[in-house]
């Protein structure tokens, strides 16, 4: 079975710096990853994916870089703004439909 | 577009009971999915559907859970004898068939199981 491991809990930076959120897998039985923004009380809500064939997708302040060798993926926030604050989870999908989601990171812009 | 909701926002049972939870997804989605958050701990998948068909069930989810989607428009999942481990977050999402990926979450429902 997919392990997929977010091994920083916890991240903070300054407002207009770079933050960088990572992500480990264990196995490369995944069509997609995604990258989810969760605030309290809600459900998670889409950030932005990445197919397993490419290394790299880029959606306004987000990218997302994949790197297979390593099974590791990484989400770049530039600039980092006070909203980004939130816990962001990593996650596999396979086009069978099951995903397999990280423990989560939270993270912290300060102003 | 009215997003995805689920009934109740919170549910409160004593052990023993059973508990069921209603999912309305996006209307025009076709992949429907339920998970269980526990605190500190990531989204863990639970079942999946594509219309009325449920296609993946985690080994996870033992013989008192059941999930169903008759019309392949909402879904209900339903526990049975609740135990006190089953205290969690029940998160439902839905997704379309071009973008299967992309998976809308609802505000979930809170079980807790005294």
């Known amino acids: 079975d997919q392990q997929v491991k977010q091994n920083s809990p916890s991240l903070s930076v300054q407002e207009g710096r770079i933050s960088i959120l990572n992500c480990d897998y264990t196995?490369?039985?995944?069509?997609?990853f995604l990258w989810y923004k969760k605030y309290p009380a809600e459900g998670p809500t889409f950030l932005i994916s990445?197919?397993?064939?490419?290394d790299k997708n880029e959606d306004g302040r987000f990218t997302v870089f994949l790197n297979k060798s390593a099974k590791h993926l990484s989400l770049h926030i530039v600039p980092s703004q006070p909203g980004d604050s939130a816990v962001y989870f990593c996650?596999?999908?396979?086009?069978?439909?099951?995903?397999?989601f990280g423990d989560g990171t939270t993270l912290t812009v300060k102003p | 577009d009215t997003g995805v909701s689920q009934d109740p926002r919170h549910k409160i049972t004593k052990r023993g009971q059973n508990v069921t939870f209603r999912c309305d997804p996006i209307?025009?989605?076709?992949?429907l999915y339920w998970y269980r958050q526990t605190l500190g701990q990531g989204p863990e998948f639970l079942t999946y559907?594509?219309?009325?068909?449920?296609?993946?069930k985690s080994r996870l989810l033992s013989d008192r859970f059941s999930a169903e989607r008759p019309k392949g428009s909402f879904s209900t999942l339903e526990i049975q004898r609740t135990e006190q481990g089953d205290s969690a977050m029940y998160l439902c999402?839905?997704?379309?068939?071009?973008?299967?990926?992309?998976?809308?979450f609802g505000p979930g429902t809170r079980l807790t199981v005294t």
């Open positions: 990445i197919s397993s064939i490419k």
């Open positions: 999402a839905s997704s379309s068939a071009l973008l299967r990926y992309e998976q809308y």
């Open positions: 996650a596999s999908y396979t086009n069978a439909g099951k995903s397999t």
């Open positions: 196995n490369s039985m995944f069509d997609y």
């Open positions: 209307s025009e989605h076709n992949r």
């Open positions: 559907f594509q219309n009325e068909a449920q296609l993946e």
